[in-house]
């Protein structure tokens, strides 16, 4: 598709905005519908764009597969740690009181913070996902190449 420049225009001007309207469900998830899921898949729509329309080397070099394990395993640790923090400040798992003096306060650094690490994981494993995917079908497009290549 990278030969396509409709879809090229179209997907330079659509990817930003699509991943703006993923910080927006991220960051806004507690006071309306939305949160670190729904943020997670946006922002993995975004990068699956992207790879559709300049294929997945180049999608790769935007952000590594290292990177995303890394990152899935960040957003994992994230909410993880968030729970143990208000254990180890005198509360129960996942028990924000602890975080602040003022408990609306407190609610909202534990929500904030836990949704992004819900919403860092879904993206990163949906984007595994998607390259896993994509590089099994080119190897089975290689393999069906060398099978017809051979029956001729």
Same mark, same amino acid.
């Given at each position: 598709? /990278?030969?396509?420049?409709?879809?090229?225009?179209?997907?330079?001007?659509?990817?930003?905005?699509?991943?703006?309207? !993923?910080?927006? /469900?991220?960051?806004?998830? @507690?006071?309306?519908?939305?949160?670190?899921? $729904?943020? &997670?898949?946006?922002?993995?729509? &975004? +990068?699956?764009?992207?790879?559709? /329309?300049? !294929?997945?080397?180049?999608?790769?070099?935007?952000?590594?597969?290292?990177?995303?394990?890394?990152?899935?395993? =960040?957003?994992?640790?994230?909410?993880?740690?968030? &729970?143990? %923090?208000?254990?180890?400040?005198?509360?129960?798992?996942?028990?924000?009181?602890?975080?602040?003096?003022?408990?609306?306060?407190? $609610?909202?650094?534990?929500?904030?913070?836990? @949704?992004?690490?819900? !919403?860092?994981? =879904?993206?990163?494993?949906?984007?595994?996902?998607?390259?896993?995917?994509?590089?099994?079908?080119?190897? +089975?497009?290689? %393999?069906?190449?060398?099978?017809? @290549? &051979? !029956?001729?």
């Amino acid at each position: 598709m /990278i030969d396509n420049g409709i879809l090229r225009v179209i997907a330079r001007f659509l990817i930003p905005f699509i991943l703006l309207v !993923g910080l927006y /469900i991220q960051f806004h998830g @507690e006071y309306s519908p939305g949160g670190g899921f $729904q943020a &997670g898949v946006v922002f993995a729509a &975004g +990068w699956i764009l992207y790879v559709l /329309i300049y !294929g997945l080397e180049r999608g790769l070099r935007v952000i590594s597969l290292r990177a995303m394990y890394l990152l899935s395993a =960040v957003g994992v640790l994230l909410y993880a740690f968030t &729970g143990l %923090a208000g254990v180890l400040l005198g509360g129960k798992y996942l028990d924000f009181t602890p975080f602040s003096s003022n408990p609306h306060t407190a $609610q909202q650094i534990g929500i904030i913070t836990v @949704e992004f690490g819900v !919403g860092l994981t =879904v993206a990163t494993v949906a984007m595994l996902l998607f390259t896993m995917f994509a590089r099994r079908r080119g190897e +089975w497009l290689e %393999a069906l190449e060398e099978e017809q @290549e &051979g !029956g001729e």
